[in-house]
């Protein structure tokens, strides 16, 4: 039985091996095909995106300025905008399941990496934190604004601007 596990164990890490090794001869290309893209630059200047999450999140939400008439239906797609369901005097706020996983998937990775990489950001997580909310809710929150954040920089042709995302969140000085 053992012999079997170890050899089993032996293969699996000779294909984790052979993956990781595929992975990193693609890396470049992608770099390369990504950054000429027109709209890379407004993808990478966003804070935790760097070129593999960016061509990521960009193959999945498609380049197609017009697919998205808005913000809300963009976080829509990307399933990270809350969910209301309501039937007489009952209402429930409930986190999307029927999604894109793999935007989804992608978006809370952004969101994650966000939080050592803008105050803005991680104050937002921290504002949701302290209200209550857990980890991932909070990360979600955070994933549903970088959406609208990155909908707006796409709509206007601007590149990402601390001050610009996160300045009306942040209480006005004494």
Known sequence: MAAAFATSTRAAVGIITELNHQISELEPSLGQHFETHPDADIYLS?????VILGARVLGEF??????????KSRKNYA?????????????AVLARHV??????????QWAFTALTKSPGARAFYDQHRAAADLHHQAL???????????????????????????????????
């Open 46 to 50: 966003l804070p935790g995106l760097g």
């Open 62 to 71: 498609g380049d197609d300025p017009n697919r998205f008439t808005d913000a």
């Open 79 to 91: 399933g990270t905008s809350p969910l209301t369901v309501a039937s007489g005097k009952k209402r």
């Open 99 to 108: 999604r894109n996983r793999r935007l989804y998937d992608a978006i809370d």
């Open 140 to 174: 979600r929150a955070l994933g549903n604004r970088l959406v609208a954040i990155l909908h707006g920089c796409l709509r206007h042709h601007t590149i990402y601007n601390e001050h610009t995302a996160w300045a009306h969140r942040l209480p006005a000085a004494a």
